[in-house]
């Protein structure tokens, strides 16, 4: 049978590519391409003529049974605009089809944004958890943050440009104020990886118009989250009440502050509201 080579291409210095991914992509049959505009600069680059077609999100269903019928001819590569394939992208479907249709996946190993913005975050990396984007909406992202609380393991997201502020905001509301390294133009000219608290980070990037994808870093859990009591709980929100936060932001914080549930927190927040 045939094999799919899954080659990582350069996040931005095209440098960053081995000679085995030129060696591949300049053997196999079809190289398939998230956007055959971008991965085309990159074969005129090093001088490679190949056949290229785009396989992408859009596309992964009608394009899976045209690239297995090319697999039963002879092997072809996967690539994605930047770094390593699979990650993020379609890539998986295809993978999968290809091991249930009997054909060898290879990884060519290269460069991968997030395990490059995570060794030079400065914070651990002998354990960590990779968890792609978060949710654009942001009582999704709340919730999604909570179960992740207690993780102890450094935290490893991606954003883009327009989402940051808010991410950051969601970030300190359920996590706290940790230490984070956001990373951006990796192996690019105006390469930034920025090192602080997530609130130092907020203000760092509140007045730029920042571009690209950003990777996040964020240090984990130092301690297991310890429950306050319900009467401890009320008393905090009733003096909370008297300020002028927001009470959905009131909630978040004392969420993170007590161990309890948000939804928990803003239940009994509307019933001090209602009869104080």
């Given at each position: 049978m045939s094999t799919l080579y899954l080659v990582a291409t350069p996040i931005g210095n095209l440098e960053d590519i081995t000679h085995r991914a030129l060696r591949i992509l300049g053997e196999v049959r079809l190289v398939a391409a998230e956007d055959t505009r971008h991965t085309r600069k990159l074969?005129?680059?090093?001088?490679?003529?190949?056949?290229?077609?785009?396989?992408?999100?859009?596309?992964?269903?009608?394009?899976?049974?045209?690239?297995?019928?090319?697999?039963?001819?002879?092997?072809?590569?996967?690539?994605?605009?930047?770094g390593t394939p699979g990650l993020n992208d379609p890539?998986?479907?295809?993978?999968?089809?290809?091991?249930?249709?009997?054909?060898?996946?290879?990884?060519?190993?290269?460069?991968?944004?997030?395990?490059?913005?995570l060794v030079a975050s400065g914070l651990p990396t002998n354990s960590f958890l990779y968890l792609g984007y978060l949710p654009r909406k942001a009582s999704q992202?709340?919730?999604f943050l909570q179960a992740i609380l207690n993780v102890p393991y450094?935290?490893?997201?991606?954003?883009?440009?327009?989402?940051?502020?808010?991410?950051?905001?969601?970030?300190?509301?359920?996590?706290?104020?940790?230490?984070?390294?956001?990373?951006?133009?990796?192996?690019?000219?105006?390469?930034e990886i920025y090192r602080g608290t997530i609130q130092d980070a907020r203000e760092h990037?509140?007045?730029?118009?920042?571009?690209?994808?950003?990777?996040?870093?964020?240090?984990?859990?130092?301690?297991?989250?310890?429950?306050?009591?319900?009467?401890?709980?009320?008393?905090?929100?009733?003096k909370q009440l008297t300020s002028e936060v927001p009470t959905s932001k009131i909630a978040s914080q004392v969420a993170t502050?007590?161990?309890w549930k948000r939804r928990d927190v803003y239940q009994i927040l509307s019933e001090l509201i209602k009869h104080p």
């Open positions: 074969l005129n680059h090093y001088s490679i003529a190949c056949r290229l077609t785009s396989y992408h999100e859009h596309n992964k269903r009608s394009k899976l049974k045209v690239l297995l019928a090319e697999l039963e001819q002879g092997d072809i590569a996967l690539v994605s605009d930047a890539g998986y479907e295809l993978v999968q089809a290809a091991l249930e249709a009997g054909h060898a996946v290879s990884p060519i190993p290269g460069a991968c944004a997030p395990i490059a913005a992202r709340l919730r450094t935290l490893i997201f991606l954003e883009t440009p327009h989402r940051l502020l808010a991410t950051l905001d969601s970030l300190c509301d359920v996590l706290g104020n940790r230490e984070i390294a956001i990373a951006r133009e990796l192996t690019k000219v105006h390469e990037f509140i007045n730029q118009e920042p571009r690209g994808e950003f990777t996040l870093i964020v240090a984990g859990s130092t301690q297991k989250q310890r429950s306050w009591s319900e009467k401890k709980l009320r008393s905090v929100l009733q502050q007590s161990g």
